[in-house]
């Protein structure tokens, strides 16, 4: 008795795919969706009995992975790209980008250089981002423009701007955002207090209770810098971080980026208390800021994930460079070569990120029943040649280039390196506006 084969929405053949959940990379399988998700993993051979695609992709020597996560970035900033460079960061900031800021910052300037952020990070295979931002609204307007499944923050800082005046009116505004997106099913929200020397302890404990109520991520800065925490000494005699356990911040929501500068005792703290660390190691490099104790962190089992932060500092929204550079600099100041292999470099891209956003059971692996966000690389140009180890080759030889299809709930988003018909095609004069205007601003 012959069975017919079922009707699904799209079959995608890879040479290789690494699923992330589990140790070994398949070969010569193919990946059912339907309605957006992952209904089946199998070997071709059966897929092709088992199955009646509406749609089918074959990809010849191509590694399919899960969509990358981008668990740090500020994606309107793509417009200060390159505005202002070599130079450490508070000079950074308060001499450069928060004058810029404070001249231009507005829903459309968010809105456009958050559009431009999506379309570099689709191309280079990053299918969600999370982001801290002002006019949180504008941002996920842009993401749900390209399809993208995005984490937006709830920016909340003491100091006015156009966005907001105080603390109470960025949650307030931010709050009200969430509401507006609430059923938008690849929009989400967590709480993004900026940073230890930005925001008073009322309105952390605000952001807390916030937490806690509605089980949200808290997303903020943490020991970036040495001088952070040498002021924070001087302030309020106290560490950040033993500040922000004091106000019982530190759990299994508290996403810390970057973390670069900590103890022994600190690590064990966040250790203790379940914490995700956002890495940003390009970011950390470009501003001086320092290396992070990485393979320290992961000896200890705190849940890593890896971010870009903004196009302003990076300058590029690439996480194929992210892994790279997270995996060397963990061997380098290690000195163990076998610290943190390729396999657990992807995965602090895709499925340790999810679990700091607290969307491991939606996305960051090739699991059945998971939302179908997808990213395939290339791996048959001449510079891939041989290939006896595709995830070594992910991690030490491909780059964003080498990305050529990239789907978000089974919604191809990137098809042969290009992006699909979308507003793509008329970022370019809002990009020359803002060019001219911060032009003007810098030369002013």
């Not at 990379?25 to 509406?54: C, E, F, S, W």
């Amino acid at each position: 008795m012959t069975t017919t084969p079922k009707i699904i929405d799209l079959l995608i053949e890879a040479r290789w795919i690494a699923t992330v959940d589990q140790p070994d990379v398949l070969k010569n399988h193919a990946v059912a969706i339907d309605q957006g998700r992952i209904v089946d993993i199998l070997a071709q051979n059966d897929a092709a009995t088992r199955y009646a695609p509406q749609q089918k992709t074959s990809l010849g020597n191509h590694l399919l992975i899960p969509g990358l996560i981008n668990l740090h970035t500020h994606a309107a900033m793509s417009l200060m790209r390159g505005l202002a460079d070599d130079l450490p960061l508070m000079d950074w900031l308060q001499k450069h980008i928060w004058p810029a800021e404070s001249a231009h910052l507005s829903p459309e300037f968010v809105l456009d250089g958050t559009r431009l952020a999506c379309a570099e990070m689709l191309k280079g295979g990053i299918t969600c981002f999370s982001d801290m931002y002002f006019f949180p609204d504008a941002a996920a307007s842009a993401a749900a423009e390209f399809g993208m499944r995005a984490m937006i923050g709830i920016l909340t800082m003491e100091f006015p701007t156009a966005y907001a005046v105080d603390g109470d009116d960025y949650l307030k505004q931010g709050l009200a955002a969430r509401e507006k997106w609430l059923d938008h099913p690849t929009t989400h929200f967590c709480l993004a207090p900026h940073a230890p020397y930005t925001v008073p302890d009322a309105i952390f404990s605000q952001v807390l209770t916030l937490s806690e109520q509605s089980n949200m991520p808290i997303h903020c800065h943490i020991h970036e810098t040495r001088q952070e925490i040498a002021d924070s000494l001087e302030l309020c005699g106290q560490r950040p971080l033993s500040r922000l356990n004091e106000l019982g911040l530190l759990g299994p929501q508290f996403i810390g980026v970057h973390a670069v500068h900590l103890d022994e005792e600190e690590m064990q703290l966040l250790a203790r208390n379940g914490c995700s660390i956002a890495h940003c190691p390009t970011s950390n490099l470009k501003l001086a800021s320092g290396i992070a104790p990485l393979a320290q962190l992961h000896a200890l089992g705190i849940n890593i994930g890896l971010g870009t932060d903004s196009a302003a500092s990076n300058n590029r929204l690439d996480l194929f460079g992210e892994m790279r550079l997270a995996s060397l600099l963990a061997k380098g100041t290690s000195g163990d070569p076998s610290v943190l292999p390729c396999r657990d470099i992807l995965r602090m891209a895709t499925l340790n990120a999810a679990k700091a956003l607290g969307l491991e059971h939606e996305i960051g692996s090739i699991t059945i029943g998971k939302a179908a966000d997808l990213c395939a690389v290339e791996l048959d140009n001449i510079e891939c040649r041989p290939c006896f180890d595709p995830l070594s080759h992910l991690i030490n030889v491909a780059g964003r280039e080498n990305v050529s299809h990239v789907w978000v709930a089974g919604k191809c988003c990137v098809e042969h390196k290009t992006l699909l018909p979308s507003p793509a095609n008329r970022l370019e004069p809002s990009i020359a506006l803002w060019q001219n205007k911060l032009e003007y601003c810098r030369k002013a």
